[in-house]
T-cell receptor, first 115, second 112 residues
């Protein structure tokens, strides 16, 4: 399957700071990227969908000003958690799909801990 | 919105046993995907299904796209300890954005 990377794999930050997570499709062009959030022992919850070169579409209840998403190229999307608080601590996973692809591939996830 | 019910939520089986899990949807899907997630990792795609009635195998794994297009199952034969993990079904219908809807997951534990 296609490879999607995420960086960093884990990050610990102080409350009030911002954290940027990168998601890259390594061997294909991802016209659409998705950002998910997963709490312990729960399923994946879609936060937003982004298409290259356009604004992200956020799911209901997800603050777009808090979770900034940029999909500037066909191989890179970034999620910035602004003014992070302890309740933002979670496992963030990106996913990518090619234009003609029916399959969706996931990155390895980023564990965010906000102190 | 679309809802996916995945069962069972967890299974604790003996090594060598066969495993079966399934997902049912409240609406019709055009695609069913099965993923496995290890602790601290992202989901890894196991099997993709695109046609009603389709039966696809990947090693000891077999999955089927239900005829009604509202359900799918995943079977694992002769389980081994490394099968431990959480298995998620995911379906895609004709929603705007072609987003996946995920089941709640099945946590598989294998006793050697």
């Amino acid at each position: 399957g296609a490879v999607v990377s995420q960086h960093p794999s884990r990050v610990i930050c102080k409350s009030g700071t911002s954290v940027k997570i990168e998601c890259r499709s390594l061997d294909f062009q991802a016209t659409t990227m998705f950002w998910y959030r997963q709490f312990p022992k729960q399923s994946l919850m879609l936060m937003a969908t982004s298409n290259e070169g356009s604004k992200a579409t956020y799911e209901q209840g997800v603050e777009k000003d808090k979770f900034l998403i940029n999909h500037a190229s066909l191989t890179l999307s970034t999620l910035t958690v602004t003014s992070a608080h302890p309740e933002d601590s979670s496992f963030y996973i990106c996913s990518a799909r090619a234009f003609s692809g029916r399959e969706q591939f996931f990155g390895p996830g980023t564990r965010l801990t906000v102190l | 919105g679309q809802q996916l019910n995945q069962s069972p939520q967890s299974m604790f089986i003996q090594e060598g046993e066969d495993v079966s899990m399934n997902c049912t949807s409240s609406s019709i899907f055009n695609t069913w995907l099965w993923y496995k997630q290890d602790p601290g990792e992202g989901p890894v795609l196991l099997i993709a299904l695109y046609k009603a009635g389709e039966l696809t195998s990947n090693g000891r794994l077999t999955a089927q796209f239900g005829i009604t297009r509202k359900d799918s199952f995943l079977n694992i034969s002769a389980s081994i300890p490394s099968d431990v993990g959480i298995y998620f079904c995911a379906g895609r219908g004709n929603n705007a954005g072609n987003m996946l809807t995920f089941g709640g997951g099945t946590r598989l534990m294998v006793k050697p």
